[in-house]
């Protein structure tokens, strides 16, 4: 399966719930670029040759990076993808690859938030600078950040999580995936569920969605 969901929607805790549950493998974009590049492996190579150049990395050797992965786990393996395809063009280039593998996608999952309530989550989300564990502080009153709970270290926010970095985030997704999302509906594989609300009933709803019993997972 794929999961779609804008910036803020909590598409990150969904794909971690949704591998533990059904035990499947979590393939996140981002983790397999960082874990190239970190590496030095041949894609880790050819994709900062475009990286350093401010350039996009080529749709073609981001399929590669993730067919590999799906390669990895073996035929019967079910797989949740993360943070790709993010466009039109790489969702058709991916179905076509998958194809080429005798695999497809049954299921993608767009988990829908309000623009507003995104706004709100993203412009209270700090990061510690030392772990690196996340925070919300959308309900805290402070002149400056509060330490990490967990290492004592300084809290951040990222610049992209600043106001005036938020709108043009959604919209660049908005811009770039709707036509992807189109590709999916228009194949019947869309199932769309609010990312709104405590965690545990997202997720049931996320497990309905693709048409699993909740009772064996959720007890």
């Known amino acids: 399966m794929a999961l779609f969901g804008p910036p803020g929607a909590g598409k990150g805790t969904q794909a ?3 591998k533990d549950r059904l035990n499947i493998a979590h393939i996140s974009s981002g983790d397999l670029f960082r874990f190239h590049l970190q590496e030095g492996t041949h894609i880790g190579v050819r994709a900062s040759e475009f990286m350093n150049q401010g ?3 080529p749709d073609d050797l981001v399929i590669q990076m993730v067919l590999e992965k799906i390669a990895e786990l073996g035929s019967n393996s079910g797989f949740i993808l993360d943070g790709f395809p993010r466009t039109r063009d790489q969702a058709v280039a991916l179905d076509s690859a998958l194809q080429e593998q005798s695999k497809s996608l049954d299921t993608v999952l767009l988990v829908s938030v ?5 706004v709100r989550r993203l412009g209270g ?3 510690c600078r030392d772990c690196q564990s996340p925070f919300n502080l959308n309900d805290y009153q402070f002149s400056s950040p509060p330490p990490c ?3 004592g270290g300084e809290l951040y926010q990222r610049q992209d999580d600043r106001p005036e970095a938020i709108q043009v ?5 908005n811009e770039q995936t709707a036509p992807a999302l189109d590709f999916y509906r228009q194949r019947e594989l869309l199932v769309e569920i609010s990312g709104v609300g ?6 049931r ?15």
């Open 16 to 18: 971690q719930l949704l």
């Open 55 to 57: 350039l996009l990395v």
């Open 114 to 118: 309000p623009e507003s309530e995104l």
């Open 125 to 127: 989300r700090f990061l």
């Open 149 to 151: 709970t967990r290492c």
């Open 169 to 173: 985030r959604i919209g660049v997704y």
């Open 198 to 203: 405590p965690v545990e009933d997202i997720n």
């Open 205 to 219: 709803e996320a497990l309905k969605a693709i048409a699993l019993d909740t009772s064996s997972h959720l007890g």
